[in-house]
């Protein structure tokens, strides 16, 4: 197997961890990266505020909104703000996420811990509207754990971008798997679409729910029911 080098300084993987644990890794083009350049290109390549400004400006005028009337003065800032938000654009998600790995620590308990009811707001790819989720996350520990307030923030950081639940929802157990060091790890995810709820079919009242389960979740029915009976999804 070859070993991957940097694509900018041409370190091996083996040599480029950092404080936060992080090897060599990929940004979106596929690029690999060892985690100084990895930042150095977040900041080179970060998207500019003032383009997106412009680009707002822009599709509102072509959409007949007069922006000197008082009530769209400042529409352009807080449109192009929210896109930026919604896109993921204002942080480096990848740095967030690894350095989420100092909040691991040792554990010798083997029993099951559930977060739920954990808040977060993404984007459906398909008409860039907002997607509510109420998240549940829960995992056995083998040998550690993390901190309860990060598993709420991983959440966060993972549903804010344009992307499908389906991929929120293995990418949120993916998480766990990796930086918690666990195999045991089941997420439900129930989302309200406003594609669904504002538009077309206009079905308000409608949630989807998606899960991943792997490990004894997925192996022992025990393990799984009684996840989903301390969240109330079977009684």
């Given at each position: 197997m070859n070993t991957l080098v940097c694509s900018n300084c041409g370190i091996?993987?083996?040599?480029?961890?950092?404080?936060?644990?992080?090897?060599?890794?990929?940004?979106?083009?596929?690029?690999?990266y060892c985690p100084k350049c990895f930042d150095k290109s977040f900041t080179e390549n970060k998207i500019s505020e003032k383009k997106v400004r412009k680009a707002a400006a822009n599709l509102l005028k072509a959409l007949g909104a007069d922006l000197t009337d008082p009530n769209f003065i400042e529409t352009p800032r807080r449109f192009a703000?929210?896109?930026?938000?919604?896109?993921?654009?204002?942080?480096?998600v990848e740095k967030e996420l690894t350095g989420f790995?100092?909040?691991?620590?040792?554990?010798?308990?083997?029993?099951?811990v559930?977060?739920?009811?954990?808040?977060?707001?993404?984007?459906?790819?398909?008409?860039?509207?907002?997607?509510?989720?109420?998240?549940?996350?829960?995992?056995?520990?083998?040998?550690?754990?993390?901190?309860?307030?990060?598993?709420?923030?991983?959440?966060?950081?993972?549903?804010?971008?344009?992307?499908?639940?389906?991929?929120?929802?293995q990418e949120i157990a993916d998480f766990m798997m990796k930086?918690?060091?666990?195999?045991?790890?089941?997420?439900v995810?129930?989302?309200?679409?406003?594609?669904?709820?504002?538009?077309?079919?206009?079905?308000?009242?409608?949630?989807t729910i998606t899960s991943a389960v792997r490990g004894a979740f997925d192996t022992e029915p025990s393990a799984r029911a009684e996840m989903l009976s301390l969240v109330g999804y079977v009684k």
């Amino acid at each position: 197997m070859n070993t991957l080098v940097c694509s900018n300084c041409g370190i091996s993987t083996q040599k480029s961890l950092d404080k936060y644990g992080r090897q060599l890794m990929k940004n979106q083009t596929g690029i690999y990266y060892c985690p100084k350049c990895f930042d150095k290109s977040f900041t080179e390549n970060k998207i500019s505020e003032k383009k997106v400004r412009k680009a707002a400006a822009n599709l509102l005028k072509a959409l007949g909104a007069d922006l000197t009337d008082p009530n769209f003065i400042e529409t352009p800032r807080r449109f192009a703000n929210v896109l930026m938000q919604r896109f993921g654009l204002l942080n480096n998600v990848e740095k967030e996420l690894t350095g989420f790995s100092n909040a691991v620590f040792p554990c010798d308990s083997t029993d099951m811990v559930t977060v739920r009811d954990i808040k977060a707001f993404s984007v459906c790819p398909h008409h860039i509207l907002t997607v509510e989720y109420d998240i549940v996350v829960s995992y056995v520990p083998h040998g550690s754990a993390i901190g309860l307030s990060k598993i709420a923030r991983m959440c966060k950081v993972l549903a804010n971008s344009p992307k499908l639940q389906e991929d929120v929802t293995q990418e949120i157990a993916d998480f766990m798997m990796k930086y918690v060091h666990t195999e045991d790890v089941m997420v439900v995810v129930s989302g309200r679409h406003l594609c669904m709820a504002s538009r077309g079919v206009s079905q308000v009242n409608s949630t989807t729910i998606t899960s991943a389960v792997r490990g004894a979740f997925d192996t022992e029915p025990s393990a799984r029911a009684e996840m989903l009976s301390l969240v109330g999804y079977v009684k």
